[in-house]
């Protein structure tokens, strides 16, 4: 029997799924909300360029275009190859444009009978004879004034009704109209992403927020959404602030420090400094061999490792140090961090660890020193009518514009697709614990369901890859998943590892700069040999790839 599988999400890691699904013989169709495929790729700030190198941003089996020799493509070209790699494998046949899923329910054994489950599903396996999940989905369609006296059309319509204001005025001949289906299918995968959708938007006390401030506020999905002459001519002649020093937070400051230059410089209000790399070369060698090798990974602690490796990791501590010291020295050098004050107090290493690094836009800190773009730090700050009243100042910080750079409630939008109030907790976890998914994509106890793109890494395309090509074999029942429990457990070493290492800076869900022993895991489940180097000095030695994956 043919088992459907519902993909939620058109962007990287919902066409990875709907690719290697495709692979094993199931039947794949995937919802997407908006009318393009590309998820946060579809649009970007202008300034917008790859965060990591395209040798470690691409699909095993379909290498960048010899066309693109940056090492960080921009927008339009990471959008041109992800839309390549799509028609390469005739991906887009399988996706429902503009559907959105509003929401996914179970339908199947009780939740009684599931909380008293010793393995996922019940029995073990990625299918029930009786379990199915309904996908309600709403498609945002046209149909003409003139059948609505049609009753077939009439019985399509929402129930709502459609009125004009003025009677006087003649409705148009064409209304959007939005119509609900139910989909039933054998198996969700959620590739809804995490950056996108619901926006973390600061709270303030009553009279110190937005609503007091006369000038305008808006998030940094929202200016991304505009076409990039709009946003240009939008920041123009304007006092900007911009919340934030993450990848958005610069890009925009950059754009607004083009567009209005010293006479409006664009002020950057930030919490604490990063280390943003300029490059992936410190001091001349590649970043990759200092975090992307199998010995750099015998420097740290690893979930589930044995005692020697434990003891070996804690022996070589002196060189996770100098390494990350290295890195650091470099940043510094380059950025001139030290003359602008905004040398951090923590390691690279917990940066990276904590998937905080981002890549500064060329020539930023020349904006900087040019006074075109200005650094101010405050771990607090309210409105006021004229702009924002920064913690310790006495002086408001007058502003035409604010754009909120504070990143997203991935969480939220995770938990929000679920009806089951059981599911929603399940997923969503303890606020101080990774959100609880086995292989960072199956939560034990909910079934006939998978979750890719949340957890992030340093190369999320290349995670996302190895995830669904994971779950493609369990679906395939390759394998079986061990108990709940061992799962559990399993879930909890990561979230241990997770913690140790970006400490204060802790955003659930990140595994680091540990892929290779993340992707040994996925290999030894699917009966691949996780070795994929050729010789013991390249093994230990040689960064991992994408392309070290490119076959079994």
């Given at each position: 029997?043919?088992?459907?599988?519902?993909?939620?999400?058109?962007?990287?890691?919902?066409?990875?799924?709907?690719?290697?699904?495709?692979?094993?013989?199931?039947?794949?169709i995937?919802?997407?909300?908006?009318?393009s495929?590309?998820?946060?790729?579809?649009?970007?700030?202008?300034?917008?360029?790859?965060?990591?190198?395209?040798?470690?941003?691409?699909?095993?089996?379909?290498?960048?275009?010899?066309t693109?020799?940056?090492?960080?493509?921009?927008?339009?070209?990471?959008?041109?190859?992800?839309?390549?790699?799509?028609?390469?494998?005739?991906?887009?046949?399988?996706?429902?444009?503009?559907?959105?899923?509003?929401?996914?329910?179970?339908?199947?054994?009780?939740?009684e009978?599931?909380?008293?489950?010793?393995?996922?599903?019940?029995?073990?396996?990625?299918?029930?004879?009786?379990?199915?999940?309904?996908?309600?989905?709403?498609?945002?369609q046209?149909?003409?004034?003139?059948?609505?006296?049609?009753?077939?059309?009439?019985?399509?319509?929402?129930?709502?009704?459609?009125?004009?204001?003025?009677?006087?005025?003649?409705?148009?001949?064409?209304?959007?109209?939005?119509?609900?289906?139910?989909?039933?299918?054998?198996?969700?995968?959620?590739?809804?992403?995490?950056?996108?959708?619901?926006p973390?938007?600061?709270?303030?006390?009553?009279?110190?927020?937005?609503?007091?401030?006369?000038?305008?506020?808006?998030?940094?999905?929202?200016?991304?959404?505009?076409?990039?002459?709009?946003?240009?001519?939008?920041?123009?002649?304007?006092?900007?602030?911009?919340?934030?020093?993450?990848?958005?937070?610069?890009?925009?400051?950059?754009?607004?420090?083009?567009?209005?230059?010293?006479e409006?410089?664009?002020?950057?209000?930030?919490?604490?400094?990063?280390?943003n790399?300029?490059?992936?070369?410190?001091?001349g060698?590649?970043?990759?061999?200092?975090y992307?090798?199998?010995?750099?990974?015998?420097?740290?602690?690893?979930?589930g490792?044995?005692?020697?490796?434990?003891?070996?990791?804690?022996?070589?501590?002196?060189?996770?140090w100098?390494?990350?010291?290295?890195?650091?020295?470099?940043?510094?050098?380059?950025?001139?961090?030290?003359?602008?004050?905004?040398?951090?107090?923590?390691?690279?290493h917990?940066?990276?660890?904590?998937?905080?690094?981002?890549?500064?836009?060329?020539?930023?800190?020349?904006?900087?020193?040019?006074?075109?773009?200005?650094?101010?730090?405050?771990?607090s700050?309210?409105?006021?009518?004229?702009?924002?009243?920064?913690?310790?100042?006495?002086?408001?910080?007058?502003?035409?514009?604010?754009?909120?750079?504070?990143?997203?409630?991935?969480?939220?939008?995770?938990?929000?697709?679920?009806?089951?109030?059981?599911?929603?907790?399940?997923?969503?976890?303890?606020?101080?614990?990774t959100?609880?998914?086995?292989?960072?994509?199956?939560?034990?106890?909910?079934?006939?369901?998978?979750?890719?793109?949340?957890?992030?890494?340093?190369?999320?395309?290349?995670?996302?890859?190895?995830?669904?090509?994971?779950?493609?074999?369990?679906?395939?029942?390759?394998?079986?998943?061990?108990?709940?429990?061992?799962?559990?457990?399993?879930?909890?070493?990561?979230?241990?590892?997770?913690?140790?290492?970006?400490?204060?800076?802790?955003?659930?869900?990140?595994?680091?700069a540990?892929?290779?022993w993340?992707?040994?895991?996925?290999?030894?489940?699917?009966?691949?040999?996780?070795?994929?180097?050729?010789?013991?000095?390249?093994?230990?030695?040689?960064?991992?790839?994408?392309?070290?994956?490119?076959?079994?």
């Amino acid at each position: 029997m043919e088992r459907q599988v519902a993909i939620i999400g058109a962007g990287i890691s919902g066409l990875l799924a709907c690719k290697y699904t495709l692979s094993k013989g199931f039947h794949p169709i995937v919802f997407e909300a908006k009318s393009s495929i590309g998820g946060v790729w579809t649009k970007t700030v202008e300034t917008t360029k790859l965060q990591t190198p395209k040798p470690v941003y691409q699909f095993s089996d379909f290498p960048w275009p010899s066309t693109v020799e940056e090492d960080f493509p921009n927008q339009h070209q990471v959008f041109d190859y992800i839309q390549s790699y799509a028609n390469h494998f005739d991906l887009l046949r399988h996706i429902k444009f503009n559907t959105k899923v509003l929401s996914i329910e179970y339908e199947g054994p009780s939740e009684e009978e599931m909380q008293s489950w010793s393995m996922w599903g019940g029995i073990g396996d990625p299918f029930r004879s009786k379990g199915k999940w309904k996908v309600m989905v709403e498609d945002a369609q046209s149909f003409s004034t003139e059948d609505l006296g049609s009753t077939d059309t009439a019985r399509r319509v929402p129930h709502r009704s459609l009125t004009w204001p003025d009677a006087g005025v003649q409705p148009p001949t064409q209304l959007p109209v939005h119509w609900c289906h139910v989909h039933l299918v054998d198996f969700v995968i959620l590739c809804i992403g995490r950056f996108s959708d619901f926006p973390n938007i600061p709270e303030f006390p009553p009279n110190q927020g937005p609503e007091v401030f006369h000038g305008k506020v808006m998030h940094s999905m929202d200016y991304a959404a505009m076409d990039y002459k709009n946003a240009a001519d939008f920041v123009k002649g304007k006092q900007v602030t911009v919340v934030g020093f993450q990848k958005y937070a610069l890009d925009i400051a950059m754009e607004c420090s083009v567009a209005n230059g010293t006479e409006h410089p664009c002020t950057v209000l930030y919490k604490m400094e990063h280390w943003n790399v300029p490059d992936y070369l410190p001091w001349g060698v590649p970043l990759t061999y200092l975090y992307f090798s199998r010995f750099s990974e015998l420097l740290v602690h690893k979930p589930g490792e044995g005692f020697l490796l434990s003891l070996l990791a804690t022996l070589l501590f002196p060189v996770r140090w100098a390494f990350s010291k290295f890195v650091e020295s470099h940043i510094e050098n380059k950025l001139r961090l030290a003359k602008f004050g905004m040398v951090p107090k923590h390691s690279f290493h917990k940066e990276i660890n904590s998937c905080l690094i981002a890549t500064v836009p060329e020539k930023f800190y020349d904006k900087v020193e040019e006074g075109s773009i200005n650094l101010k730090k405050s771990k607090s700050f309210s409105f006021c009518k004229e702009g924002i009243l920064v913690n310790g100042e006495a002086q408001p910080l007058k502003t035409d514009l604010v754009i909120l750079a504070t990143g997203f409630q991935g969480d939220k939008k995770l938990k929000g697709i679920f009806v089951s109030p059981t599911f929603k907790d399940y997923i969503a976890g303890s606020l101080d614990a990774t959100v609880p998914l086995y292989r960072e994509c199956i939560h034990p106890r909910i079934p006939q369901l998978a979750v890719i793109g949340f957890s992030e890494s340093i190369s999320n395309l290349y995670t996302s890859e190895m995830r669904c090509r994971w779950l493609a074999e369990l679906l395939d029942s390759t394998f079986k998943l061990p108990s709940i429990k061992e799962m559990e457990k399993d879930v909890a070493k990561w979230d241990e590892y997770m913690k140790r290492y970006s400490g204060q800076y802790y955003r659930r869900s990140c595994i680091g700069a540990l892929h290779i022993w993340y992707n040994d895991q996925l290999c030894k489940d699917m009966g691949w040999n996780p070795k994929r180097k050729k010789g013991f000095i390249a093994e230990l030695f040689e960064p991992y790839g994408p392309l070290d994956y490119a076959s079994q």
